[in-house]
Antibody, heavy 124, light 110 residues
Framework: QVQLQESGPQLVKTSETLSVTCTASGDSISGYYWYWIRQPAGKGLEFIGRIYSDGRTNYNPSLMSRLTLSVDTSKNQLSLRLTSVTATDTASYYC??????????????????WGQGTTVTVSS | IVMTQSPLSLPVTPGEPASISCRSSQSLHNNGYNYVDWYLQKPGQSPRLLIYLGSNRASGVPDRFSGSGSGTDFTLTISRVEAEDFGVYYCMQALESRLSFGGGTKVEIK
C-alpha cells in the first residue's frame, strides 16, 4: 500500500515562495492523479490542484497565477510551489491519491491515500 | 460546485444512529455514478476516506457507515455511533476536477 509523506519549510516569509514535496513509498506514482489540498487551522478543506503522473495539471483558478505543480517519477515525488505568499496561505498542506488511469479508462475510488500533512506558516 | 452540509454540529450518544446531509449546487450524477465522497477527520490527523461514489465503502471502513442519495442530495448514516467515530465529517464532490468540499459536520459526544 502506498504511503505519502509531505515535507518542506515550516515557516515562509511573506512575499516569498512556499515549496512542499510529497514523497510516495510502497508503490509507483505512475498512472494516477495526485491532489494537493490545504486546510487553515480550524477551517475546512480547499482544493489546490491536481497533477497526473505525466505532468498534466489542473489548478484552482484562485491560485493559478501563483501555483506550479510538478512530478518526478524517477524519485516518486510530487512538488508544489506557491509564489508571493501571504498570511492567507498559512495552512496544513496535504497530498492525496486520486483516480487511476489504466487501459485508457479512468477508475475512481476516492482520495484513498493521504499524507499526514505539513503545516506551513507565512509570516513577515 | 458548492457543497452545503448540515448540521454544523451533531451531538450523539454512543450506540445511537447519526445522519449527516450534504447538498450540491448541481447534480453530481454522471454515467451511472454519483460523484460524492465522505471523509472523516480527527484532530491532528489527515482526512480519511469513508465512502466514495456516493455509496461505496472504502477499504477497512466498518459496515455501520453507509452513503445514500442521488443528484444533489446525499446522506451519510452511521447506524450506531462508536467512540472512534467522533470527529469532523466532510462531503466532497468529485464530478469536476476542481474538487470542492462541504464545510464539515462535527460529530461530538452528547
Amino acid at each position: 500500500q502506498v504511503q505519502l509523506q509531505e515535507s518542506g519549510p515550516q515557516l515562509v516569509k511573506t512575499s516569498e515562495t512556499l515549496s512542499v514535496t510529497c514523497t510516495a513509498s510502497g508503490d509507483s506514482i505512475s498512472g494516477y492523479y495526485w491532489y494537493w489540498i490545504r486546510q487553515p487551522a480550524g477551517k475546512g478543506l480547499e482544493f489546490i490542484g491536481r497533477i497526473y503522473s505525466d505532468g498534466r495539471t489542473n489548478y484552482n483558478p484562485s491560485l493559478m497565477s501563483r501555483l506550479t505543480l510538478s512530478v518526478d517519477t524517477s524519485k516518486n515525488q510530487l512538488s508544489l510551489r506557491l509564489t508571493s505568499v501571504t498570511a492567507t496561505d498559512t495552512a496544513s498542506y496535504y497530498c492525496a491519491r486520486g483516480e487511476k488511469v489504466a487501459g485508457g479508462r479512468w477508475h475512481y475510488f476516492g482520495l484513498d491515500v493521504w499524507g499526514q500533512g505539513t503545516t506551513v506558516t507565512v509570516s513577515s | 460546485i458548492v457543497m452545503t452540509q448540515s448540521p454544523l454540529s451533531l451531538p450523539v450518544t454512543p450506540g445511537e444512529p447519526a445522519s449527516i446531509s450534504c447538498r450540491s449546487s448541481q447534480s453530481l450524477h454522471n454515467n451511472g455514478y454519483n460523484y460524492v465522497d465522505w471523509y472523516l477527520q480527527k484532530p491532528g490527523q489527515s482526512p480519511r476516506l469513508l465512502i466514495y461514489l456516493g455509496s461505496n465503502r472504502a477499504s477497512g471502513v466498518p459496515d455501520r457507515f453507509s452513503g445514500s442519495g442521488s443528484g444533489t442530495d446525499f446522506t451519510l448514516t452511521i447506524s450506531r455511533v462508536e467512540a472512534e467515530d467522533f470527529g469532523v465529517y466532510y462531503c466532497m464532490q468529485a464530478l469536476e476536477s476542481r474538487l470542492s468540499f462541504g464545510g464539515g459536520t462535527k460529530v461530538e459526544i452528547k
